[in-house]
């Protein structure tokens, strides 16, 4: 079966691992996706990840989900997408939103790459709107 959103397919895999309590998920590879792993990673919401090119068609992600080390809770609270295949979202540079007023992060396809709102705000670059985290 082919995915129609790999994006919506890659948040999923994540939110399904997190409340299933996995350690580690492994998901197939695409540009946007290592990028997307690497923002998370950078802002600290997961443990480590790893890109396997041999693994699969295109490769597998996999990625080391981070915890609480007290209540036992998942780091990423909530993760969605916000542009879709079907509807696409772009933002001017002067409208990009905060999410959660600046609590969780926003990620951004910008003509300079993917990036987070804040960085996309400081640079004065807009694009389309992929999924906010926090």
Do not use: W
């Not at 895999?13 to 998370?40: C, D, F, G, W, Y």
């Not at 990036?115 to 709107?129: H, N």
């Amino acid at each position: 079966m082919a995915v129609t959103d790999p994006i919506a397919d890659y948040l999923t895999r994540i939110r399904n691992a997190q409340q299933a309590r996995h350690r580690v998920v492994e998901i197939p590879m695409s540009k946007m996706k290592k990028s997307i792993t690497e923002i998370l990673y950078d802002q600290g919401y997961i443990l480590k990840y790893k890109f396997d090119e041999n693994e699969g068609k295109n490769g597998i992600i996999s990625i080391a989900l981070k915890y609480d080390t007290k209540t036992k809770e998942p780091v990423i609270k909530k993760l969605g997408r916000l542009s879709t295949p079907g509807l696409r979202q772009y933002v001017p540079a002067d409208k990009i939103p905060r999410a959660i007023n600046g609590l969780g992060i926003n990620i951004i396809s910008t003509s300079k790459g993917i990036m987070t709102g804040k960085k996309a705000t400081r640079e004065y670059v807009g694009g389309e709107l992929i999924c906010y985290v926090y």
